[in-house]
């Protein structure tokens, strides 16, 4: 794996990471992280234990600290807490009170400058030299800034083509200009850099968790169980929060989108789990 992947462009996701989470309704919303000095005393192991969301303890997390998915996945009409955005800001917590650290330390605390020094111990190029060297026109062609975080300041481009984490993969390699294997599914959307196109259109997307599935078009997003049931429909268009659920008005849609949609992608039924 390319150092300039695993320490640099991989890293986008600690963008993503909010300042805090609810996980269920039983417990409070909590901070992901707070700084070890505001943690309570070692002898006070319940408050501890329950401060934040740091995880490999020897006393581990409460009990009844177990997720309602609904909380992250859209499932119901409540909506998932969703995620930051890709860019240059960092939640608070990433910056100030990473678990374990020495909190005397800015450095030490603080992942991004954990990522910046890294990446410098590793000698990765800058991101304007990996631009020229992929033949793109870099950002403040005069600069040289991290990779990483010239990773996270071009992120700014979008794209309304429907993405995927299978994409991941095959676009690493195209950038590279390496040929995907053709056996690895998903697209090379690197081509999106250049103002091009992906050679396959995807004007709808589909996919599945457990025993839900779910899909998306420029209009509509649905969502149910497997076997097209209880199902929930939005019109994104005219309601973009996804507040109003319309399946019982449309359900020649509904029917549309499971069958044309997620059966045609899965190449038959759906397997339950």
Known sequence: MPLEFSAAAYRYGHSQVRSGYTINNTVPTRPTFVPDSQLPP????????????????R???PPQWTIDWPFFFQLDDQGPQPSLKIDTKI???????LPGANQDDADLRSLPRR?????AALGLPSGQWVARAMDEVPLDPLQETPLWY???KEAGKTSDYFASTHDVAPTVLGAMSIEQPRAMQGQDLSVLLDGKDPEQRRPHFTLGYDNYAWARDDRYVMFGLNDGSDAKLYDIEADPSMGKDIASDHPEIVKRMFTSYILNDAGGPVPKY
């Open 42 to 57: 070692a002898g006070q192991v319940f408050e501890r234990r329950r401060a934040d969301f740091r995880g490999f303890t």
């Open 59 to 61: 006393f581990g997390l």
């Open 91 to 97: 939640a608070g917590p990433l910056t100030t009170a």
């Open 115 to 119: 990522n910046l020094l890294g990446g």
């Open 150 to 152: 010239y990773i996270l």
